[in-house]
Nanobody
Framework: QLQACGGGLVQAGGSLRLSCAASGRTFSRYALGWFRQAPGKEREFVAAISWSGGSTYYADSVKSRFTISRDNTKNTVYLQMNSLKPEDTSVYYC???????????????WGQGTLVTVSS
């Protein structure tokens, strides 16, 4: 299972750090990703990281503002979000899969989501 946390209410320009901890199995050999879904919109890719942490991939909309990282000793993936904008408001989901990919179909395991609200 994947458990995401760290969401909350923040003002535009602020920062938040999301965490996603895995339990029940070891995800150290899985790629991990973050996706988000805003109200009334489809879920979209945010960022992904390879199993080793040596390769990362970002959506253009968050590049240079968000940083994905992982700690395999803690079975946890993080998403540091800086310079937040109102359009970043979404439910953020973590996922684990075989490939570091922007495609949802590449991910097998999904967390329950954590809400991030950015006020203007």
């Amino acid at each position: 299972q994947l458990q995401a946390c760290g969401g909350g209410l923040v003002q535009a320009g602020g920062s938040l750090r999301l965490s996603c901890a895995a339990s029940g199995r070891t995800f150290s050999r899985y790629a991990l990703g973050w996706f988000r879904q805003a109200p009334g919109k489809e879920r979209e890719f945010v960022a992904a990281i390879s199993w080793s942490g040596g390769s990362t991939y970002y959506a253009d909309s968050v590049k240079s503002r968000f940083t994905i990282s992982r700690d395999n000793t803690k079975n946890t993936v993080y998403l540091q979000m800086n310079s937040l904008k109102p359009e970043d408001t979404s439910v953020y989901y973590c996922a684990a899969g075989g490939l570091r990919s922007a495609d949802e179909e590449s991910y097998t395991y999904w967390g329950q989501g954590t809400l991030v609200t950015v006020s203007s």
